[in-house]
T-cell receptor
Framework: ETGVTQTPRHLVMGMTNKKSLKCEQH?????MYWYKQSAKKPLELMFV???????ENNSVPSRFSPECPNSSHLFLHLHTLQPEDSALYLC?????????????FGSGTRLTVV | AQKITQTQPGMFVQEKEAVTLDCTYD???????LFWYKQPSSGEMIFLIY??????QNATEGRYSLNFQKARKSANLVISASQLGDSAMYFC?????????????FGKGTLLTVNP
């Protein structure tokens, strides 16, 4: 059991559906991240939140909409996705300064768009 | 911009032997951190080891050691006495030190298979 919990673990959705991914951390970290992991590609940073404020949007399409209501929770709202959006979506958290242990990751949500 | 290169898509090793996973990096930052993560088939990314760019000694954590060669910009992971449970994807990553936008840049990963 990690300090970062992601739900659901698996999600299958149609291209017209609306769904949300949830991430929760109880580590007292100030920063939270969404990463996308596609097959045979490096992890792609999507969004960064620091103290609930979005500090980075890495040119992510608007069909992905993040929400960070507080420093412990992060959501990724999904709508009208494409099959190429199928991937493992990883949430992570960290302190806002350099730390020797880097990020703490969740177990991810494996998303399949049909 | 930072870049991480892992040139080995897959590696095989016999149980109880040592294995080296390669990682080279490119950055213009004077201060940075280097990380290795393990990702089993379950998907979770597990932190293994960290090396700071100004650290004089190579980092070690149990069976993991990081062979840091700054001039060559390489940060290879050495796993000694491999175990079957070491079979997983391994990612090298780099951070920019300091600032409020603390980010990790990852390589494509190496799939390690430990054979009995």
């Amino acid at each position: 059991e990690t300090g970062v919990t992601q739900t659901p673990r698996h999600l299958v959705m149609g291209m017209t559906n609306k769904k949300s991914l949830k991430c929760e951390q109880h580590l007292g970290h100030n920063a939270m991240y969404w990463y996308k992991q596609s097959a045979k590609k490096p992890l792609e940073l999507m969004f960064v939140y620091n103290f609930k404020e979005q500090t980075e949007n890495n040119s992510v399409p608007s069909r992905f909409s993040p929400e960070c209501p507080n420093s412990s929770h992060l959501f990724l709202h999904l709508h009208t996705l494409q099959p190429e959006d199928s991937a493992l979506y990883l949430c992570a958290s960290s302190q806002d300064q350099d730390r020797v242990d880097g990020y703490t990751f969740g177990s991810g949500t494996r998303l399949t768009v049909v | 911009a930072q870049k991480i290169t892992q040139t080995q898509p897959g590696m095989f090793v016999q149980e109880k032997e040592a294995v080296t996973l390669d990682c080279t990096y490119d950055t213009s930052d004077p201060s940075y951190g280097l990380f290795w993560y393990k990702q089993p088939s379950s998907g979770e990314m597990i932190f293994l080891i960290y090396q700071g760019s100004y650290d004089q000694q190579n980092a070690t954590e149990g069976r993991y050691s990081l062979n840091f060669q700054k001039a060559r910009k390489s940060a290879n992971l050495v796993i000694s006495a491999s175990q079957l449970g070491d079979s997983a994807m391994y990612f090298c990553a780099m951070s920019r030190s300091g600032g409020s936008n603390y980010k990790l840049t990852f390589g494509k990963g190496t799939l390690l298979t430990v054979n009995p």
